[in-house]
């Protein structure tokens, strides 16, 4: 590089750094001049509680963080799915019944 090249990179990151300082000052304004006005409380703090409202506060409300099942089934195995045996126990699903001699018989004959 030529010392006329280093001296133009100087000069631009001179001035992009001078313009960048001058476009956020401009954009967040002069910390010493900002100001935060508050509220102040007029009223008296009591040091009783009141009784919550029984309509917000529901002891009988739905809690998100128990599992509810809709019915009569219930998952014994807690594994967050009503299986086939639990289903069973609940009514929801016949159980397989187990051929006879005569109906396995009748279904190898059908196969072969």
């Not at 401009?26 to 009783?48: C, H, Q, R, W, Y």
Request: hydrophobic residues 40%; charged residues 25%; glycine residues 6%.
């Amino acid at each position: 590089m030529k010392q006329s090249d280093i001296f133009t990179l100087v000069l631009i990151a001179g001035i992009g750094t001078l313009a960048a300082f001058l476009a956020c000052n401009a954009i967040m304004g002069d910390p010493n001049k900002a100001s935060v006005k508050f509220k102040a409380l007029t009223g008296v703090i009591e040091s009783s509680l009141a009784e919550p409202d029984p309509e917000v506060f529901n002891s009988y409300a739905i809690n998100p963080t128990v599992e509810v099942y809709v019915g009569d089934c219930e998952d014994i195995d807690r594994n967050g799915i009503l299986d086939a045996a639990e289903l069973i126990v609940c009514g929801k699903l016949a159980p397989e019944e187990e051929p006879t001699d005569e109906a396995a018989e009748e279904q190898e004959i059908e196969k072969e």
